[in-house]
């Protein structure tokens, strides 16, 4: 089972809660989809607990990029902007140099599907709309793509045959099956900023072998996140959304 993870977002509270639901399996690969940092107050903590797994397949966000790149032109919002400069000021030299490493999306994962923060070619484009996705399906060749970066959990599949786009809200705790012919592109959601009005931190497994895909929430401590944003001084609108999901 691989377990595909985007959109931590520096959240150790929701993070911990995956980690310890992992234990209790036999994970084959860890995925990161990008944004590992960025808005959340402890950046440190959760690189390291992500690099403990030594994970083999992560792309970079858009969020992991402004935070470690000096003199990135930063087309955020006040509050985003302010945690990203706040994040760089204190991540360690060597959770700078990973992120700084971290290899842009289109990524295969041994050849049994393709990663990507945004949009397959581009880290900060926001797939949200079918057109976005059906742009999308041109720019990568194999029948599924696990994206991030809108926070928001679901599939969109493509019916080749049938010529057909349909975008599919995914039941938390049920297996989707993959149908052969079509083409996919998933969102696991946010582990670590929900943005789907439910504040259960969101993820999802993949079954490889029988091509079943299932999206996770689970209850967190995100009064626990929030507190630990205030604490560090980052803007308070950081700390209310997490409450909310939004
Ligand atoms: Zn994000």
Redesign the pocket.
Known sequence: MDLIL??I?ANLHALRVVLRYAKRRAIARYIFL??LV??GAQPNQVLDRIQELKPRFMVR???DRACAIENEDLSFSPPARTAALWTRERLTREHLRLLRELPTGLLSVDGDYEIS?GSPIDEDAYLLTPREALRAFDTFSSDLCFF??T?LPGAFELDQARGTLRWINLQAGEWFYLQPGCRYLINPG?VG?PRDRDPRLSFASYDVARRRVKLHRMPYDCNGAAKAIRAAGLHSHLADRLSHGI
Do not use: I, K, R, V
């Open positions: 985007s959109d977002h990008g944004d960025g808005y966000g858009n969020h923060h991030g970066h926070h946010s900023q």
